[in-house]
């Protein structure tokens, strides 16, 4: 698995000279990449979720994409739409913006429900239908999603069913005071985006995605997985626990977690590690608990500290 954590280690210093201070939340972008997952950024404006898309999207050499999400947004501005030519006289498909390699739906809480459903047969079956004709995503695909936490005047809630296409939710918060020197210093006289070179080739990439599936995780793993998710439903304080896809989901990033950090076997403290992103957007609050202000997040990390992890 050293090469898996040898390209991981180049890609993650490549989009660390774009994105500083962040190297948790960038590798956590890089472990949902490795297995074909989705990534959904929540955080305020101005701190950094659309270069973080832009600096993957470049160190891996892929084609890019960006989606300004909002009311008036189409299904068919997304997916594509077929289009009459009137010399050939026949229907030309025109691709959207989501046949892409890396897809960057910037504010997608701002679209309709209707908008915002175009993008689960893409996330989930890697497809669009359009006009009863099927095509296909790009290889590799990943839908960078973010929106603000803080406006709600104008926008539209996720629904469960979509939320639950991101394979990990993350929030980059602000960076330190030292960490943002030195973004105004980088940024003095040109972006350091500008300057970002490829060091991940989409062959190479496919081949790591393959790789990480073939990395061990015993029996006593994967039943500390499924517990853990198990307990999300039948917390008192719970309306609504993670579904069988976030155990899928918290399996393949541990998968991946462990190949970045060299390693061919899964120990529980890589589960542990991506318990929060990959069910804190799975897992939905019972009134009561809300009213009392209670937090998914110190829901799940009692679980964690409470549920027994195999030794």
Same mark, same amino acid.
């Given at each position: $698995?050293?090469?898996?954590?040898?390209?991981?280690?180049?890609?993650?210093?490549?989009?660390?000279?774009?994105?500083?201070?962040?190297?948790?939340?960038?590798? =956590?972008?890089?472990?949902?990449? =490795?297995?074909?997952?989705?990534?959904?950024?929540?955080?305020?404006?101005?701190?950094?979720?659309?270069?973080?898309?832009?600096?993957?999207?470049?160190?891996?050499?892929?084609?890019?994409?960006?989606?300004?999400?909002?009311?008036?947004?189409?299904?068919?501005?997304?997916?594509?739409?077929?289009?009459?030519?009137?010399?050939?006289?026949?229907?030309?498909?025109?691709?959207?913006?989501? $046949?892409?390699?890396?897809?960057?739906?910037?504010?997608?809480?701002?679209?309709?429900?209707?908008?915002?459903?175009?993008?689960?047969?893409?996330?989930?079956?890697?497809?669009?239908?359009?006009?009863?004709?099927?095509?296909? $995503?790009?290889? *590799?695909?990943?839908?960078?999603?973010?929106?603000?936490?803080?406006?709600?005047?104008?926008?539209?809630?996720?629904?469960?069913?979509?939320?639950?296409?991101?394979?990990?939710?993350?929030?980059?918060?602000? *960076?330190?005071?030292?960490?943002?020197?030195?973004?105004?210093?980088?940024?003095?006289?040109?972006?350091?985006?500008?300057?970002?070179?490829?060091?991940?080739?989409?062959?190479?990439?496919?081949?790591?995605?393959?790789?990480?599936?073939?990395?061990?995780?015993?029996?006593?793993?994967?039943?500390?997985?499924?517990?853990?998710?198990?307990?999300?439903?039948?917390?008192?304080?719970?309306?609504?626990?993670?579904? *069988?896809?976030?155990?899928?989901?918290?399996?393949?990033?541990?998968?991946?977690?462990?190949?970045?950090?060299?390693?061919?076997?899964?120990? *529980?403290?890589?589960?542990?590690?991506?318990?929060?992103?990959?069910?804190?957007?799975?897992?939905?609050?019972?009134?009561?608990?809300?009213?009392?202000?209670?937090?998914?997040?110190?829901?799940?990390?009692?679980?964690?500290?409470?549920?027994?992890?195999?030794?």
């Amino acid at each position: $698995m050293g090469s898996i954590a040898e390209i991981g280690d180049r890609v993650l210093g490549n989009v660390e000279r774009v994105i500083v201070g962040k190297h948790h939340e960038v590798r =956590l972008a890089l472990v949902a990449l =490795l297995c074909r997952g989705h990534v959904l950024i929540e955080d305020v404006p101005g701190t950094g979720k659309t270069v973080l898309a832009k600096s993957i999207a470049r160190s891996l050499g892929c084609s890019f994409r960006r989606i300004q999400f909002t009311p008036d947004l189409l299904p068919s501005d997304v997916t594509g739409l077929s289009i009459y030519n009137q010399k050939t006289q026949e229907f030309e498909f025109r691709p959207g913006p989501i $046949m892409s390699q890396v897809v960057l739906a910037d504010e997608i809480n701002r679209a309709t429900p209707k908008t915002q459903s175009a993008l689960l047969e893409c996330m989930d079956e890697r497809q669009a239908t359009i006009d009863g004709i099927t095509h296909q $995503m790009p290889d *590799p695909f990943l839908v960078i999603a973010t929106q603000n936490p803080i406006e709600y005047e104008g926008t539209f809630a996720l629904p469960e069913a979509q939320l639950d296409r991101f394979m990990l939710r993350i929030r980059l918060g602000y *960076p330190s005071m030292l960490d943002e020197i030195r973004v105004l210093d980088d940024q003095k006289v040109t972006h350091p985006l500008d300057d970002l070179a490829e060091v991940c080739s989409g062959d190479e990439l496919r081949a790591l995605q393959a790789a990480v599936r073939e990395i061990y995780v015993d029996p006593g793993v994967s039943s500390y997985i499924v517990r853990l998710v198990a307990n999300t439903r039948s917390h008192p304080d719970v309306y609504l626990g993670a579904s *069988p896809r976030g155990s899928i989901a918290l399996y393949r990033a541990s998968q991946a977690l462990a190949g970045l950090l060299g390693r061919d076997y899964v120990i *529980p403290d890589d589960v542990k590690a991506l318990a929060l992103p990959a069910l804190r957007h799975r897992v939905i609050l019972s009134p009561a608990a809300e009213i009392e202000g209670r937090q998914v997040d110190q829901i799940i990390q009692g679980l964690i500290d409470r549920v027994e992890a195999p030794r």
